[in-house]
Nanobody, 115 residues
């Protein structure tokens, strides 16, 4: 069973930066894609960024130019570098991994941006 463990969330001021990490219990080279999603109370979970097996990166319009997704295959870890953070980035951030029909989620990490 795949386990995804997020870390790196916290409280920062607007304009600041955070880096989220997602550790995969297996080998990320076997995934079709990995991504970050976020959710605020009362709203649906939304895509933030995805990185595919071929290293193609896809970003939500709201984070383009501010967030960078990456992965380290040797460490089986995916990252989300978040810069120029805004209060509207406040959410629980979830790590996601897909391998064919299987979808896995982490437990989430809280990111809070103060104005």
């Amino acid at each position: 069973q795949v386990r995804l463990t997020e870390s790196g969330g916290g409280l920062v001021q607007a304009g600041g930066s955070l880096r989220l990490s997602c550790a995969h219990s297996g080998s990320i080279v076997n995934t079709n894609s990995m991504g970050w999603y976020r959710q605020v109370p009362g709203k649906e979970r939304e895509l933030v960024a995805v990185i595919t097996r071929s290293a193609m990166k896809i970003y939500a319009d709201s984070v383009k130019g501010r967030f960078t997704i990456s992965r380290d295959n040797a460490k089986n870890t995916m990252y989300l570098q978040m810069d120029s953070l805004k209060p509207e980035d406040t959410a629980v951030y979830y790590c996601n991994a897909k391998r064919w029909d299987n979808v896995y989620w982490g437990q989430g990490t809280q990111v809070t941006i103060s104005s």
